[in-house]
């Protein structure tokens, strides 16, 4: 697939903090402004980009492939969002679908491997707290638990917990009712924590 | 400090060192170019490689979900009827599905529609 990443290539647009994301969105929709849309893509990157690698990370391939798919669903479905409600929502929801088929894809392509042939952040893998000897390997084995959960309750716990997302913000994204975020988010929570004892975590 | 408290205490200060660790690797990924993104975004839809992987996958999750909704949906109309407020029901219902779930991640789709069921369950 094309890329459009390269070694350099930046967005040439400076911050434009006067207008709103809504705005933007209609400048772009309404008269292809590619400024607009420049705009809008720097604000967005840096929040994609800590859910992507903390979800599909460290490959930084996937991440990349991700986040193009997202930014390419944005253009192309930008014609939907009517601002009935908030454009960080409307961009969340694109990216929960982009991520959530990567992960799975991911999930089978893993399914191929061996435990030799993929031995960082394979699910189940045990490693004693004696492992766990500096930062890097500490968010490996926090990746490794993530990931061993449902795509879904990935999404969701992250946005919840390490982004701080409201309740009412999740049940947006998802359309999902409140109750079921709350249980999947406390289901998710109890075997994360689970398995990140099991597998040696500790914070330091 | 009881479970449910251990627990979110863990989880929150787990996923804060992966925020960390994900914002100082993003960092370092050079930023999209637009007008890439805009030449990719005219091109067919049906040259995405994400979405030639899910439509594989969608035959295989919808024949697994409404499995399990059938067979969920049994064993509601055989449990309800005498569950009282707590509901056990669920709890065992939530079992049957981790231990599932552990099995296979494709059976994301019939976690969520149990969840589902229930939720719509009166």
Same mark, same amino acid.
């Given at each position: 697939?094309? +890329?459009?990443?390269? *070694? ?17 969105? $209609?400048?772009?929709?309404?008269? +292809? ?5 420049? %705009? ?21 391939? *996937? ?5 193009? %798919?997202?930014?390419? +669903?944005?253009?192309?479905?930008? $014609?939907?969002?009517?601002?009935? *409600? &908030? ?10 679908? &982009? ?17 030799? %042939? ?9 490693? $004693? ?33 390490? %982004? ?7 049940v947006e994204i998802t359309g999902r009712p409140s109750g079921t975020i709350k249980s999947r988010l406390a289901r998710a929570r109890r075997k994360l924590a689970s398995r990140l004892e099991e597998m040696g975590y500790e914070h330091e | 400090m009881n479970t449910n408290d251990r627990d979110r205490n863990t989880v929150a200060r787990a996923l804060g060192e992966l925020r960390a660790r994900a914002k ?99």
């Amino acid at each position: 697939m094309e +890329s459009a990443y390269r *070694a350099g290539a930046a967005t040439t647009a400076g911050p434009e903090t006067a207008s709103t994301d809504e705005e933007l969105v $209609g400048r772009f929709r309404e008269h +292809s402004d590619r400024e607009a849309l420049s %705009e809008l893509i720097r604000r967005y990157t840096p929040r994609l980009r800590r859910l992507l690698y903390s979800l599909l990370g460290p490959d930084d391939d *996937a991440v990349s492939d991700a986040e193009q %798919e997202v930014y390419v +669903s944005l253009i192309r479905r930008v $014609g939907s969002f009517r601002g009935d *409600a &908030r454009f960080s929502t409307f961009f969340y929801s694109l990216a929960r679908n &982009r991520t959530i088929d990567f992960i799975r894809a991911r999930t089978r392509d893993r399914a191929h491997l061996t435990l030799s %042939e993929n031995p960082d952040g394979e699910p189940g893998r045990f490693v $004693g707290p004696e492992r766990l000897v500096d930062d890097e390997e500490r968010v490996s084995l926090v990746r490794a638990a993530l990931h061993r959960l449902a795509p879904e309750d990935q999404f969701l716990l992250y946005l919840k917990d390490g %982004e701080g997302a409201g309740l009412e913000e999740l049940v947006e994204i998802t359309g999902r009712p409140s109750g079921t975020i709350k249980s999947r988010l406390a289901r998710a929570r109890r075997k994360l924590a689970s398995r990140l004892e099991e597998m040696g975590y500790e914070h330091e | 400090m009881n479970t449910n408290d251990r627990d979110r205490n863990t989880v929150a200060r787990a996923l804060g060192e992966l925020r960390a660790r994900a914002k100082r690797a993003s960092q370092t990924t050079p930023q999209p170019d637009v007008d890439a993104l805009l030449a990719i975004a005219r091109a067919p839809e049906a040259h995405s490689d994400a979405r030639a992987r899910a439509s594989r996958l969608q035959p295989r999750l919808a024949a697994a979900a409404a499995l399990a909704v059938v067979a969920v949906s049994a064993l509601l109309l055989v449990i309800r009827p005498s569950a009282p407020e707590t509901d056990p029901a669920s709890e065992s219902i939530v079992g049957l599905v981790d231990s599932l779930y552990d099995e296979s991640d494709y059976l994301d789709g019939v976690w969520t529609s149990v969840l589902d069921e229930l939720e719509s369950t009166p």
